[in-house]
């Protein structure tokens, strides 16, 4: 009696995982970004993919999304690790947008620790500076980096908005920045080593990583204490932080978030554009959106197409005063245009989903006085102070 040769079962193929996406049909989501999700739901160890109402195409991996895995892949992070928004409270004596923009400071101008030594924005660093990186600090950056006079609208939620000690026409300074440089240099050497695939050293990419999360922590507070003396005030300590470029370890996964901010009871400041009013939310997102909520309004145009069309439609001088009457502080012509009002979403709508998702409760409003995104052209050079002293937080 012969015996058949054994045949194993099949494997079943593995599950992809779940994505949702958490935008109403109204919402503008473009299919690129929701192709994004479900490509990424295919990679080894993804769990769950959440979109936010900003989501929108980005290099690699989605802009505006939440992804738990078991595995850490670095590039669902990107290169700005450590990203995020802060709100910093100020107290002007006379609030005249027009004489306060031309009195912010050159924040393309890195803060040296030997040649700024005595320079009074070093009064927010508590200890060293993490990683010992000086490339770049205290500067904003470029992309959709700002740093913004603004002051608080509308009151929508009195009983958080008591919380936080905010009130309707309070001034406040909104920073958006991230490790510039360190972010870049850690996602470069895990490239080098495993390209896109995840990281064969997940310890030693979380302590790099959280080395930038700190840094760029550190370097929203730089920013905002430099803007602030400028201005005429002392420096404050941020009301709201929040990273939206980072993982963490959380019931046993890796969650990353791209362009997505933690939503588990945090305050989160949702930027819109320099034309209209950001959100300062109370964030309260369950599992299903990976505990995240939107970080912004999210792009609706490349950068391409809103140059494009932003030359055809507006002039330089429309585009440094808004419909709010605010002033934008931009000598990058082609950052004016790149980063215009049109080419974003409509951030009403983005807050509107996450509440109708159950994600946010919105608390006020702020309204842009004066939006700084590099120095204007002409702009005097500020003189370098005498080197001296020691350099600050190396290792």
Not at 42 to 54: I, S
Not at 194 to 218: I, K, N
Not at 304 to 317: I, P, S
């Amino acid at each position: 009696m012969s015996v058949p040769p054994f045949r194993p079962e099949p494997r079943p193929e593995p599950t992809p995982a779940t994505v949702t996406v958490f935008a109403s049909p109204t919402s503008w989501v473009e299919s690129d970004a929701v192709d994004q999700c479900r490509q990424l739901a295919a990679l080894h160890g993804m769990v769950h993919v959440a979109g936010m109402p900003d989501l929108h195409p980005g290099k690699g991996a989605p802009i505006g999304a939440a992804m738990t895995s078991t595995v850490l892949y670095p590039h669902l992070v990107g290169s700005d690790i450590g990203c995020g928004i802060a709100v910093f409270p100020i107290a002007l004596k006379r609030v005249v947008p027009e004489r306060l923009a031309a009195r912010f400071p050159d924040l393309d101008r890195p803060l040296d620790p030997d040649r700024d030594a005595d320079d009074p924005a070093w009064s927010v660093l508590d200890g060293d500076i993490p990683a010992g990186h000086l490339d770049g600090l205290g500067t904003v950056g470029r992309g959709n980096h700002f740093v913004e006079l603004a002051r608080v609208g509308e009151v929508l939620d009195p009983g958080h908005a008591a919380r936080l000690r905010l009130t309707a026409g309070d001034t406040v300074l909104v920073v958006h920045s991230g490790s510039r440089g360190l972010g870049e240099r850690i996602l470069r050497a895990h490239t080098e080593q495993c390209g896109a695939g995840p990281t064969e050293d997940p310890a030693g990419y979380l302590a790099r990583h959280d080395d930038a999360v700190r840094w760029g922590s550190l370097n929203r507070r730089l920013l905002a204490a430099r803007a602030a003396i400028a201005l005429g005030a002392e420096p404050t300590a941020p009301i709201v932080d929040q990273c939206h470029n980072l993982v963490e370890v959380r019931d046993g996964h890796y969650l990353h978030r791209k362009g997505a901010a933690p939503g588990d009871g945090r305050d989160v400041l949702v930027a819109g554009t320099r034309g209209t009013p950001s959100y300062l939310v109370a964030a309260h997102a369950g599992a299903q959106a990976n505990h995240s909520v939107a970080h912004g309004a999210g792009r609706k145009m490349s950068r391409a197409d809103a140059l494009r069309r932003g030359r055809a439609k507006h002039t330089v001088k429309e585009l440094r005063r808004t419909p709010l009457g605010s002033l934008v502080v931009c000598g990058d012509r082609q950052l004016l245009f790149e980063e215009a009002p049109t080419a974003y979403k409509r951030i009403e709508q983005v807050v509107g989903d996450l509440v109708a998702h159950g994600l946010a409760t919105p608390v006020t409003t702020t309204v842009p006085l004066v939006t700084y995104k590099t120095p204007d052209v002409g702009m005097p050079p500020r003189a370098d102070r005498r080197p001296e002293r020691r350099r600050r937080g190396q290792r």
